[in-house]
């Protein structure tokens, strides 16, 4: 099992940026990927970006691609979201999560650890 905390949310105005940490303890290794998702009131949780632990492959949700860019510190165990042009409809409570899989998963379904999550918020 691993353990997931995140940090790093906050308040900022649209075109802004903020970076999140995810912070893994326990089981972790190559064949780990570690995603991030986003939960706003009333909608679903929904995939915005993972990687593999390596740092080899990234994958992102089309609505981030090209402002929001995930990286990982395997010696620091971390992996880390940097969010650039920040826009309203980004704000959510952000989730990191793990899966032990080859392939890079976008279902929450087939993530089987959770942090428990950071909240974001975008001022127009």
């Known amino acids: 099992q691993v353990q997931l905390v995140e940090s790093g949310g906050g308040l900022v105005h649209a075109g802004g940026s903020l970076r999140l940490s995810c912070a893994a303890s326990?089981?972790?290794?190559?064949?780990?990927?570690l995603g991030w998702f986003r939960q706003a009131p009333g909608k679903e949780r929904q995939f915005v970006a993972a990687?593999?632990?390596?740092?080899?492959?990234?994958v992102y949700a089309d609505s981030v691609k090209g402002r929001f860019t995930m990286f990982s510190d395997n010696a620091k165990n971390t992996v880390a979201l940097k969010m650039n042009s920040l826009k309203p409809e980004d704000t959510a409570v952000y989730y990191c999560?793990?899966?032990?899989?080859?392939?890079?998963?976008?279902?929450?379904?087939?993530?089987?650890?959770w942090g428990q999550g950071t909240q974001v918020t975008v001022s127009s």
């Open positions: 999560a793990s899966t032990r899989m080859l392939t890079i998963p976008r279902s929450t379904s087939l993530y089987d650890s």
């Open positions: 326990g089981r972790t290794g190559s064949s780990y990927v």
């Open positions: 990687i593999t632990w390596s740092g080899v492959r990234t």
